[in-house]
């Protein structure tokens, strides 16, 4: 019997031809789920359409009410874009449609994989950063397909200009939004960064952001993640050098010694305070990766992991005291 709640009551077509096939759940457990029947009456439908791989209006406009109920199913995205490509359907209002999918639920990554086959096809981006900045990062700054979604609109248009002065905004917002962080180290360091010497500018913003929240975990890993650090020689491969990080084909990465403002930034940190786990951490990835650290350097990392484990860093007391026991099996020094 069709109810208001039937998904029938919606269509434009007529589905008296098409036999309903059921979920198989097998035999009859307390773990069955149980659905509501207008729901029951839909994907019982929806699979029927699967089943006999119908491509058409009335095919596609099932898969939008599937979609409406359930936004992650793959097989109506798939049914999708099959009627789109065969029946020669308007890629623009799909667009609209997936717009207002993303806009109800930001994350389910088949949605946004399915709004990133609709503008290749299309082959243009008008609208997409503000679609990103006013449906979804306005409501969550940190949503990951957002992000993710953003990264690809940047590489696949050649964003890289536009997007180097529009994301001054997010730190303005919050310094604190890694997501940001993480998306200024991608632009940067895949086209804007075009000579060693243009780094000094970018150091400068990031000295300023720890003087302006100094326990910022996101601009501390940022600041990091241009740097070699030292790996132990236990976590070495076998062709890597002695010490070098196995960096994951990265194009820009430095050495500390390369730009010594970054030693005299956390010497003046250190006369304000001794109890910053991430500038600590830098003070000894500093001392591990200089070329011939004195033994009065060491000492004094493995005092600062000492530190760490006993007062500042305590919840990784374990880590520390295997950070320091490494330093001294790497470096000859007798506990």
């Keep these: ?54 491509i058409s209006m009335r095919s596609f406009e099932l898969s ?27 890629y623009e209002d799909e667009l609209k449609f997936i717009t207002e999918v993303i806009e109800g639920n930001p994350k389910t990554y088949q949605s946004w994989e399915h709004r990133r086959y609709v503008i290749e096809v299309l082959n243009k981006c008008d609208g ?5 900045e006013e449906s979804v990062f306005s409501e969550d700054n940190k949503n990951y397909h957002g992000w993710g979604y953003r ?34 180290h991608f632009l940067l360091s895949q086209r804007i960064l075009k000579e060693k010497s243009d780094f000094k500018k970018e150091l400068q913003f990031i000295f300023e952001s720890i003087n302006q929240a100094p326990e910022n975990e996101a601009s501390w890993n940022y600041l990091m993640g241009w740097f070699k650090t030292f790996e132990f020689k236990s976590l070495q491969n076998e062709n890597q050098q002695p010490g ?34 991430y500038l ?23 005092d600062i992991c000492q530190l760490q484990a006993s007062e500042v860093d305590r919840i990784r007391y374990n880590y520390w005291n295997w950070f320091r ?4 099996k790497d470096f000859n020094i007798q506990a």
């Design 1 to 54: 019997m069709e109810t208001k709640l039937s998904f029938k009551s919606k269509s434009k077509f007529n589905w008296d031809d098409v036999e309903r096939v059921p979920q198989y759940d097998g035999q009859p457990t307390i773990l069955n789920l149980k659905y509501k029947p207008e729901y029951v009456e839909l994907m019982d439908y929806f699979r029927a359409i699967i089943k006999s791989d119908e």
């Design 64 to 90: 939008g009410f599937v979609l409406q109920q359930l936004t992650s199913n793959y097989n109506a995205y798939h049914i999708r874009r099959k009627c789109l490509e065969q029946l020669k359907l308007s």
């Design 128 to 132: 997409e950063i503000d679609f990103l």
């Design 151 to 184: 990264i690809w609109l940047c590489q696949k248009f050649d964003l890289f200009e536009d997007e180097w002065e529009r994301i001054q905004y997010y730190f303005e917002e919050d310094i604190r939004n890694n997501s940001a962080w993480n998306y200024r």
């Design 244 to 277: 070098e990080l196995n960096i994951f084909n990265q194009k820009w990465i430095f050495k500390f010694s390369e730009f010594p403002e970054v030693q005299e930034f956390q010497t003046e940190l250190l006369k304000k305070s001794n109890l910053n786990r």
């Design 280 to 302: 600590l951490y830098l003070r000894i990835q500093i001392i591990l990766t200089s070329e011939n650290p004195s033994q009065q350097d060491l000492k004094e990392a493995l």
């Design 325 to 328: 026991e490494n330093i001294q």
